[in-house]
């Protein structure tokens, strides 16, 4: 649960929900990749099943093979023209997080790993790793030692439990400074 708005949040408060995530996706995936399996098999039978997995692996490896190569010849050519190759370098990323999960048997995680690695769909996902990211960099902001989670906040530390009033480092389990100030 969110502390309400300009409550202080301890820091890494988040990495819990991440983690919470990444595990439930741990999972899930292998009961959906397994129930989709089941599926096609049934509608195709065992062997197309698994040939197709197998085919799927095999273009999917010939693929980023490709992909991974054009990414890196862009990123040498960005460098030898003294620029900062960025947009190379998530590209590079993203084909490589592609990769594995095409490399991963079952059909969801190869469409995910292809339209990872696929240049008309990368830079969508581009994008949306970008905006991810910035929101993760952007979502909490530090005011005087005290993570306050998405809001810009005009204060002071004028009181801590222990008395004191300055700003300190805070431990599992501190009760939190009290701040005044307004948020903007």
């Known amino acids: 649960m969110a502390p309400p708005v300009g409550e202080p949040r301890r820091p890494g408060g988040r990495r819990g929900g991440a983690f919470r995530l990444l595990r439930l996706l741990l999972v899930l995936v292998p009961v ?44 040498s050519a960005a460098v030898r023209t003294g620029g900062l190759p960025v947009q190379e370098l998530s590209d590079a990323a993203l084909v490589l997080a592609g990769g594995v999960l095409i490399l991963v048997p079952g059909f969801l995680t190869d469409l995910v ?33 005290q993570v306050v989670d998405g809001q810009v906040v005009d204060g002071q ?7 004191a009033t300055t700003p300190r480092d805070r431990g599992p389990g ?11």
């Open 113 to 145: 790993g292809l339209l990872l690695v696929l240049p008309p769909t990368r830079p969508l996902a581009r994008r949306v790793v970008a905006a991810l990211t910035a929101r993760r960099l952007l979502g909490a902001v530090t005011v005087n030692g």
């Open 32 to 75: 959906v990749e397994v129930a989709l399996v089941i599926a096609v098999a049934h509608l195709i039978g065992g062997w197309p099943t698994f040939l197709l997995l197998l085919a799927g692996s095999a273009l999917g490896a010939w693929l980023v093979r490709r992909e991974g190569a054009r990414t890196l010849r862009s990123m």
């Open 174 to 184: 501190d009760p939190p400074d009290v701040i005044e100030g307004r948020v903007l």
């Open 157 to 163: 530390v004028v009181g801590r439990p222990d008395g």
